[in-house]
């Protein structure tokens, strides 16, 4: 009962930390089958990248698919700060970006990003 | 199909539409600020997604699994994705920008994992699934563009790929959304 009561303001600690509430991995694939599907794949690229380990991994750096200069030039990793600033508003995170793509509910871009983090 | 066509039909295409909306305007092209650079990179994502599902239906209509008349509607809806890429391809020139090549048939079949397509049924679930997931990537990107008359074609554009998969759903006799509001979502 301690641990479980530990654990769990561990948790809470961790999310008013971030100011965010967790990601639901589970929403986000259905998000992400929705909407990003279009362009996207988990394993291939296609008009945009494959997503497949995309977390931590450095923006624009996919040796087979061709980024836009802005994006290749960018220097940041793709991490839930990024990803969310990229989702709320790519062309504003990263002017002349080829994604001009938004998530605009807050919800629905931290269940995507839950859901990016699984491709692994 | 020759673009003069388009235009021979009555601006009731694309192309005529895209032709018609850059008609006139080439200071549009000289004047290519750094927003309007933005247009033309998200119109070569656009392009991109239409050459793919060109060669979709292409993949579909040499599988041999299609039967007679869905493959006049696979020939008839790859036309309208032609005549998209013929109107993006259009515009990013006319805008200053480069149109984005197409893959090989055999790359396009290696990134939609075509061999595992068995059947007709196959086919058109891919289909339905990628028409859908077109519709709502356009829809996602209309509020990008900064020429609210590029972001007009990039709604009709949706409309056509909502009516592919509004077909393609009622031959695989999937049931209608149950609510509004259904792409975009």
């Known amino acids: 009962m301690r641990l479980t009561s530990i654990a769990l303001l561990i948790i809470l600690k961790g999310v008013f930390a971030l100011g965010k509430p967790p990601g639901d991995p589970i929403r986000g694939q259905q998000l992400y089958e929705s909407r990003c599907t279009g ?4 394993e291939t690229n296609r008009a945009g990248p494959k997503h497949f380990g995309i977390f931590g991994r450095k923006a624009g750096q996919l040796s087979d698919y061709e980024y836009s200069k802005a994006l290749k030039s960018a220097g940041f990793k793709w991490t839930e700060n990024t990803l969310e600033r990229w989702l709320k508003n790519p062309t504003i995170f990263v002017p002349n970006s080829k994604m001009g793509f938004s998530v605009p509910e807050q919800k629905d871009r931290l269940d995507i990003i839950a859901y990016l983090k699984t491709l692994k | ?66 039967n007679a008349d ?14 998209h890429s013929d109107a993006l391809a259009a515009t990013i020139k006319k805008l ?11 790359e396009y079949a290696k990134d939609l ?73």
């Open chain 2, 96 to 106: 200053g920008g480069t149109p984005v090549v197409a893959k090989t048939l055999a």
């Open chain 1, 39 to 42: 362009c996207h794949s988990v």
């Open chain 2, 1 to 66: 199909m020759e673009r003069r066509h388009f235009l021979q039909a009555g601006g009731l295409t694309l192309s005529a539409a895209t032709i018609a909306l850059l008609g006139g305007k080439e200071a549009l092209a000289s004047k290519l600020k750094a927003n309007e650079k933005g247009d033309v990179a998200i119109l070569n994502i656009a392009l991109a997604l239409e050459n793919e599902a060109i060669a979709a239906y292409q993949l579909g209509a040499e599988s041999k699994l299609l």
């Open chain 2, 70 to 83: 869905i493959l006049k509607t696979a020939v008839l809806f790859q036309s309208h994705h032609k005549e």
């Open chain 2, 113 to 185: 994992n075509a061999a595992t397509l068995k059947n007709q049924e196959d086919i058109l679930i891919l289909a339905a699934k990628h028409e859908k997931g077109a519709a709502n990537a356009y829809l996602g990107v209309i509020p990008s563009f900064t020429d609210k008359e590029i972001a007009k074609v990039g709604a009709r554009i949706a409309a056509d790929e909502v009516m592919h998969w509004t077909i393609l759903a009622t031959v695989l006799k999937q049931e209608l959304p149950a609510h509004s509001l259904f792409f975009g979502a």
